[in-house]
């Protein structure tokens, strides 16, 4: 039983670059979630999308960050024109149903490092 | 609004010393759940429990123990016997239940946790 899977695992990117971060969920789940761990922080929610929705976007950044979940691939978070306060551990989690009461598994986090 | 308060920034203990880590949690509402996660130095972040409000049984497992107490809003986390291998970061959070907005997570800020030999 695959986890959520999320690449890459480490991205280095310069000033100005676009950095995707891809997520798998675990089989079975159809809600997808992001979340953002600064360095020194607890993990602060990002985005909440099903198969094609945005659900709930109130923790993404208002310019340069945006997240997809095709019906057909994984669920992408894109953060265009990186700063090097994005860098930062970006976890993806998914669950089976939007119900609060389930589990949300996460993935092994995907790093980005703005030089 | 909800909160999660981990007063507690870093424990040190001995091996097989055991240690409670603390969490404190604030909302209106009256349905909720509570979750523990542990984030070991690889970096991931592993499940260890999740309790409703509802039900305010402590539970065992292994090694450890969650203490719910819905009348002073916390839900601590005790390691009994502490190994090496228990060294990490301690994620409590909470989750609302609420329409629109029920799937949010709400960290606390962790606990680090160093197991000495």
């Known amino acids: 039983n695959a986890g959520v899977m999320q690449n890459p695992r480490h991205l280095v990117r310069r000033r100005g670059q676009e950095a995707r971060l891809r997520c798998s969920p675990m089989k079975g789940h159809s809600h997808v979630y992001w979340y953002r761990q600064l360095p020194e922080e607890g993990l602060k929610f990002m985005v909440y999308?099903?198969?094609?929705?945005?659900?709930?976007e109130s923790g993404m950044p208002k310019e340069r960050f945006s997240a997809e979940f095709p019906k057909e691939g994984p669920s992408i978070l894109r953060i265009q024109q990186v700063v090097r306060g994005d860098s930062a551990a970006y976890f993806c989690a998914s669950s089976p149903e939007g119900g609060s009461g389930n589990t949300i598994y996460f993935g092994e986090g995907s790093w980005l490092t703005v030089v | 609004a909800q909160k999660v308060t981990q007063a507690q920034t870093e424990i040190s203990v001995v091996e097989k010393e055991d240690v409670t880590l603390d969490c404190v949690y604030e909302?209106?509402?009256?349905?909720?759940?509570l979750f523990w996660y542990k984030q070991p130095p690889s970096g991931e972040l592993v499940f260890l429990i999740r309790?409703?409000?509802?039900?305010?049984q402590n539970e065992i497992s292994g090694r450890y123990s969650w203490n719910f107490q819905k009348s002073t809003s916390s839900f601590n986390f005790t390691i009994t016997a502490s190994q090496v291998v228990d060294s990490a970061v301690y994620f409590c959070a909470l989750r609302n239940v609420v329409t629109g907005g029920g799937n949010k997570l709400t960290f606390g800020t962790g606990t680090q946790l160093k197991v000495e030999l």
């Open positions: 999308l099903q198969k094609e929705n945005i659900i709930d």
């Open positions: 909302t209106r509402d009256t349905t909720y759940y």
């Open positions: 309790r409703n409000s509802f039900d305010e």
